[in-house]
T-cell receptor
């Protein structure tokens, strides 16, 4: 089945540690995105990548880093510099050429204590 | 950044009732998307709208792209228990800025038996 997978579903870390969230897609989509969701809030864009080896900052990139070494993969690292890392993180992808429709993975809930 | 005002914030309805919600923006949008999110899951795309005035249906769901290009509406007819969730509107503005979507804060739909 084609789709977007995120792992793990739940992640717990101690404050001061970096943590990497996985996002993989087998939809052959060109663009990939990372969003953060907080209770009662809409989704906010962290980073996006339109092509391999290239990515752009979104609205709230501070304290995060990404890489895009393969078309299928777009991992997000939450660094110790992120002041409020506890949140629900969503990865999305879209087929660049003919659509603005983004398709989401199941999300990873990160809790930092 | 762009802002989307989504209303109502929450709705308490009886099973079988029709539902209406809307989204307005401060600027012109080229694309409107409507998503549904179940608790702890990623949003699922319901309907995509690309032209002003466009009316599109997906089963019991109907969405419209407002003529002014600054608003969109979603209607659900004859609601059923599985319609419960959070409905998000998302838009892509005409400014050609960041590639990510701008999301509303969501409408919580609660169905009373």
């Amino acid at each position: 089945d084609g789709g977007i997978t995120q792992s793990p579903k739940y992640l717990f870390r101690k404050e001061g540690q970096n943590v990497t969230l996985s996002c993989e897609q087998n939809l052959n989509h060109d663009a990939m995105y990372w969003y953060r969701q907080d209770p009662g809030q809409g989704l906010r864009l962290i980073y996006y990548s339109q092509i391999v080896n290239d990515f752009q900052k979104g609205d709230i990139a501070e304290g995060y880093s990404v890489s895009r070494e393969k078309k299928e993969s777009f991992p997000l690292t939450v660094t110790s510099a992120q002041k409020n890392p506890t949140a629900f993180y969503l990865c999305a992808s879209r087929r660049q050429a003919d659509s603005y429709e983004q398709y989401f993975g199941p999300g990873t809930r990160l809790t930092v204590t | 950044g762009q802002q989307l005002n989504q209303s109502p914030q929450s709705m308490f309805i009886q099973e079988g009732e029709d539902v209406s919600m809307n989204c307005t923006s401060s600027s012109i949008f080229n694309t409107w998307l409507w998503y549904k999110q179940d608790p702890g899951e990623g949003p699922v795309l319901l309907i995509a709208l690309y032209k002003a005035g466009e009316l599109t249906s997906n089963g019991r769901l109907t969405a419209q792209f407002g003529i002014t290009r600054k608003d969109s509406f979603l209607n659900i007819s004859a609601s059923i228990p599985s319609d419960v969730g959070i409905y998000f509107c998302a838009g892509l503005d005409s400014g050609g800025g960041a590639d990510g979507l701008t999301f509303g804060k969501g409408t919580h739909l609660i169905i009373q038996p």
